[in-house]
C-alpha cells in the first residue's frame, strides 16, 4: 500500500490511498466533505464495500476506514451539500492523482484557498442566482448560504434581522423577502428566505471582521469582475479578407488530415482486438478509464440509459436484458462488518462485471456518443 495522499477541497481536508492500483479515500473525509451529520453513522449505512487498514505512523499504526469510488458516488446520491455536482468533478481528478502520484500534492492547486482573504477563482464558495430586486433582475445570493459560510455563531433569523435593523437596509431595494416551502415537505410554515444583492452581500461579510468575511467579501468582488469583464476578442477570427482565404485553406488542410488519420487508426477495431484476447472481465471502473469516461460520470450515465438500475441496493446493478444479452455478470462476494461492541457481522454484495461482449457493446455505443458530443 502507498503513502496516504491529502489535498483539500473547500477548506476541508480529504486523503486518499492507491490500494492494489485503485483509488480509495477515507471514509470520514469524504462523509465530512459531503455535510453528513454524521459522517461515520452514513459510511456504514451506505458504505458496504469499505474496508478498514493500519497506516504506519510516528507512533505505531493508526487504523482507517477508506472506501473505494463505487461507495464515495452512493454518499453524493443521499449527500446534503450544495452543488454536489462540483465536488464530483473534483474528485474525479483527485482519484487520478492519488493512483499515478500517491505522495505528492498536484500543483497548482485551484480548489484550495491559500489566502483566506483571496477570492477564489475555480469554486463556486456561495452561490450567485438571478433574482429580481426593486424590480430588476440582478444576481444575488441567498441570505441563508451567506450565513452558513460565514460560520456566524448566532441563528439564521435573528442574525438577519439584527443586521438588516443596525445598518440600515431597505426591502425592494437592497434585499427582496420569499417562501420557501421546500424546506418543509411535511407542510407547515415556510421558511423565510432573503435574496440579497451583492452590494448588500460584501457589506455583510465585511462587519463580520473575520477572515471567513473578508474571503467572502473577495470572492463578491472577483464575480462581479468577472460578469462585468469584456469577452476577450478572439484571435482566431480574421481581420482582413487575405486572413479569411488563408484561414479556410487551413481548415481544409486540417480536415483531410483528419479524416485520413481515422482511417488508419480504426480505434474501434484496436479495442475489439484487445477485448478479444482477453480471458477475463471487467468490473465497470476499469471499463469506464479504457473508454476514457470518469468513473463517476460512467456510472451516472449508465443509469441514464437504463443500463444500470437506479433504486437503494441494486443502483449499479444491469437490467436483467443486459445479462440475458451476454453483456455482463453479476458475482457475489461477501465483507464483514465490525461493530463497536465487538461483534462481527458478515453480509453480502453483489459485483457487475463486463464481459469480453459487452466491453465491445459499451465502446461503440459510448465511443460514438463521444466523438459525437
Known amino acids: 500500500m502507498n503513502a496516504i495522499h491529502t489535498e483539500e477541497f473547500n477548506l476541508h481536508a480529504i486523503r486518499g490511498i492507491s490500494r492494489d492500483g485503485r483509488p480509495w479515500v477515507v471514509a470520514h473525509d469524504a462523509a465530512t466533505i459531503l455535510n453528513f451529520p454524521n459522517p461515520m453513522e452514513a459510511v456504514e449505512v451506505l458504505c458496504p464495500e469499505r474496508v478498514v487498514v493500519t497506516i504506519p505512523t510516528s507512533n505505531g499504526g493508526q487504523n482507517l476506514t477508506i472506501i473505494h469510488m463505487r461507495d464515495l458516488f452512493r454518499l453524493t ?44 477563482r475555480d469554486v463556486e464558495l456561495i452561490p450567485i442566482t438571478a433574482s429580481v430586486i426593486a424590480g430588476v433582475q440582478v444576481n444575488a445570493v441567498n441570505a441563508r448560504d451567506l450565513h452558513r459560510f460565514l460560520e456566524v455563531g448566532k441563528d439564521f433569523s435573528n442574525w438577519i434581522k439584527d443586521r438588516i435593523e443596525a445598518y440600515g437596509f431597505q426591502e425592494h431595494r437592497d434585499y427582496e423577502v420569499f417562501a420557501n416551502f421546500g424546506d418543509n415537505p411535511q407542510g407547515g ?42 469577452a476577450p476578442e478572439d484571435p482566431r477570427i480574421p481581420k482582413t479578407l487575405p486572413d479569411a482565404l488563408r484561414l479556410a485553406a487551413q481548415l481544409e488542410e486540417s480536415r483531410a488530415a483528419l479524416e485520413t488519420r481515422v482511417q488508419v487508426l480504426e480505434p474501434k477495431a484496436a479495442f475489439a482486438d484487445a477485448v478479444a484476447i482477453s480471458t477475463n472481465h471487467q468490473d465497470l471502473d476499469e471499463t469506464a478509464r479504457a473508454l476514457g469516461w470518469g468513473v463517476l460520470g460512467f456510472y451516472a450515465q449508465l443509469r441514464d440509459d437504463r443500463i444500470l438500475m ?50 465491445q457493446w459499451l465502446q461503440a455505443k459510448y465511443t460514438r456518443r463521444l466523438v459525437n458530443g
Not at 443521499?78 to 498536484?106: C, M, T
Request: positive net charge; glycine residues 6%.
Open 77 to 120: 446520491e443521499k449527500s446534503l451539500l450544495r452543488n454536489v455536482d462540483v465536488f464530483i468533478y473534483w474528485v474525479e481528478g483527485f482519484a487520478q492523482r492519488v493512483v499515478q502520484h500517491p505522495a505528492q500534492p498536484p500543483e497548482p492547486k485551484p480548489w484550495i484557498v491559500e489566502d483566506p482573504t483571496s477570492a477564489p
Open 189 to 230: 410554515r415556510p421558511a423565510r428566505e432573503y435574496a440579497l444583492t451583492l452590494d448588500m452581500a460584501k457589506e455583510l461579510s465585511m462587519v463580520e471582521r473575520n477572515a471567513r468575511g473578508k474571503q467572502a467579501r473577495a470572492y463578491f468582488i472577483e464575480c462581479e469582475r468577472r460578469a462585468l469583464a469584456p
Open 310 to 359: 437506479k433504486k437503494d441496493h441494486r443502483e449499479h446493478l444491469p437490467y436483467q436484458e443486459w445479462i440475458d444479452a451476454g453483456y455482463f455478470v453479476v458475482k457475489e462476494g461477501t465483507y464483514q462488518i465490525k461493530h463497536t461492541d465487538g461483534r462481527k457481522e458478515v453480509k453480502n454484495y453483489l459485483r457487475t462485471m463486463v464481459t469480453g461482449k459487452g466491453q
